[in-house]
């Protein structure tokens, strides 16, 4: 697996915004779906958002309209941009790529994150 390091979760309160980044090491190379998922507390991990190598998104229903979703594909790097946070996103929140080429070599098997912490207060 590839090893994922995420930043920028914490504690905000409801309304206020959080950018999260996820940053894979810069020997990957062809990277193919880049994602965010969370996990809340007895829950099932669910996805947040999804991005293409190309740019496109896709959201679940509950980040449509108030998070976005990015990557720079030169850093390796996506992020999620969470505005109007509402305590029902309080989660760990974990980020994954699909796919990717290290070397002379392709991984097919997902890789994730450790997690970052987000927790909204009312």
């Known amino acids: 697996q590839a090893q994922l390091v995420e930043s920028g979760g914490g504690l905000v309160q409801a309304g206020r915004s959080l950018r999260l980044s996820c940053a894979a090491p810069?020997?990957?190379?062809?990277?193919?779906?880049m994602g965010w998922y969370r996990q809340a507390p007895g829950e099932q991990r669910e996805l947040v958002a999804t991005?293409?190598?190309?740019?496109?998104?896709t959201y679940a229903d509950s980040a449509k309209g108030r998070f976005t979703i990015s990557r720079d594909n030169a850093k390796n790097t996506v992020y999620l941009q969470m505005n109007r946070l509402r305590p029902e996103d309080t989660a760990v929140y974990y980020c994954?790529?699909?796919?990717?080429?290290?070397?002379?070599?392709?991984?097919?098997?997902?890789?994730w994150g450790q997690g970052t912490q987000v927790f909204v207060s009312p």
């Open positions: 810069e020997r990957l190379y062809s990277i193919n779906v």
């Open positions: 991005i293409t190598t190309e740019g496109t998104p």
């Open positions: 994954t790529i699909d796919r990717y080429c290290e070397g002379n070599g392709c991984y097919l098997l997902p890789s």
